[in-house]
């Protein structure tokens, strides 16, 4: 016999849901009233586990609990199967301008499905609890209170790939890791990258290829902001009246913000860029996913041969002293 979502959750001490039932109960507010009421919801419930891990137990401002609970909740059902049959790549939470970001990964007949909130990537690992009024599925990790920083992101975002790719030339990603500084990186997703391929063929090849290190590193530092805070986009909008210069690793970058149907876009070099998943919080930054690259056709000199490679020191040294010996002998 089905249950209500929140009976659903109300575990025993040994339940895979009893840390969160708890968490509700004890500091959730009016949640699970809310919950109770609802017709149609579904809840991405984290496990036990993932409410043992050491930040989870430091979050004691109830404002921010409740945003992060809120996170967690649709306001509509929805089960794997039909995020994977309907390509439901995102939706909207019940916390404001908060949205859910979905990954379907195949393996064969395996199907995994992650799921992206607040900057964390999760795992359901069991899906489809069915109640009266909607689905729980359970994940592996809290949404919503970040435990990598902007290097460990990008490696684990799938959407992220191509950037991350690209930043392991000349150990760029390496930076990101810094602890003592405040990034706020606008970076292309993987769609962002197949547009570059159409609109500039000849350089994204090149940018793709190992010789090509320089100038992937000048267009990366181009998107990446490094200051004394890290820039959300309401805090960027607040700021860009007109337009927003930002201190980034190569020069500066000139932007302007508008907010339209619920979505932000930054313009660059005259083009409105939409920013796909903006605000993904890192612990030592924020990462603002956007849909173009800052990609100009003059930024990869394409020749018809590749770049020579430069000689190795002791290369040059035994060439000079070949050169020597050789006017010797002509002068003998």
Known sequence: MLTTIPCAVQDQ????????????????????????????????????????????????????????????????????????????????????????????IRNGHNVTLTVEGGGVNATVIEPNI???????????RVLGVPYTNVKEKLQSDPMLNNTYHLGQQGNFNDELGDKTKRFTYFVPRNHAWQKAEIHFPSAHKKLFMKDYGYHVRQILERHLVVADRAYTMADLKHLANDTVVLPTVRDHLKLRVKESDKSYYVEWQGEWIHVYRPDVECTNGIIHVIDSVF??????????????????PHVTIMLSVAMLFSVKWLLL
């Open 295 to 312: 990609l100009k056709e003059s930024d990869v000199r394409v020749s018809g041969n590749p770049p020579v490679p430069l000689m190795s």
């Open 13 to 104: 001490e040994d339940g895979p849901l009893y840390k969160f039932y708890n968490k509700i109960r004890d500091e959730g507010g009016d949640f699970m009233q809310e919950i109770t009421r609802m017709r149609d919801l579904t809840l991405f419930a984290p496990s036990n586990s993932a409410w043992s891990a050491a930040k989870i137990d430091t979050l004691y401002n109830p404002d921010k609990l409740r945003e992060i609970l809120n996170l967690h909740l649709v306001r509509e059902r929805l089960t794997v199967e039909k995020i994977r049959d309907e390509n439901v790549n995102q939706v909207q939470t019940a916390a404001e301008r908060k949205k859910l970001y979905f990954n379907v």
């Open 130 to 140: 069915a109640a009266t009024n909607g689905f729980v599925h359970i994940i592996d």
